[in-house]
């Protein structure tokens, strides 16, 4: 089992900037894959970003792309998600998720949220226009 815990969350104006981190236990966090959902009200989770195990490889969704950067810190078992030049259609739950990656080429990423495993309890971002 890996336990996901994000924090970083809160309220942030149109433009601004947050950094979410998901902190993992139970598991080596080197041999997971992770992602980034989010969930606005009313809509279906959808993938944000993700990273390979390793961290050599990245993938963002168009509508993040150029604004998020997705990074991993293996020593400190921690994922990031540097969010800028934030949008009220930003807002929503954010969730970080790990998929156990080891026996995969170490540059795979994963996008769909059928791919992982484990997930964290989700943290708001709310972004006011």
């Known amino acids: 089992q890996v336990q996901l815990v994000e924090s970083g969350g809160g309220l942030v104006q149109a433009g601004g900037s947050l950094r979410l981190s998901c902190a993992a236990s139970?598991?080596?966090?080197?041999?997971?894959?992770m992602g980034w959902f989010r969930q606005a009200p009313g809509k279906e989770r959808e993938v944000v970003c993700a990273?390979?195990?390793?961290?050599?490889?990245?993938y963002y969704a168009d509508s993040v792309k150029g604004r998020f950067d997705i990074s991993r810190d293996n020593a400190k078992n921690t994922v990031y998600l540097q969010m800028n030049s934030l949008k009220p259609e930003d807002t929503a739950i954010y969730y970080c998720?790990?998929?156990?990656?080891?026996?995969?080429?170490?540059?795979?990423?994963?996008?769909?949220?059928?791919?992982?495993?484990?997930w964290g309890q989700g943290t708001q971002v709310t972004v006011s226009s």
């Open positions: 998720a790990a998929r156990l990656s080891v026996f995969s080429a170490s540059g795979t990423v994963y996008r769909g949220q059928d791919e992982y495993a484990y």
């Open positions: 990273i390979s195990l390793n961290g050599g490889s990245t």
């Open positions: 139970g598991r080596t966090f080197s041999h997971y894959a």
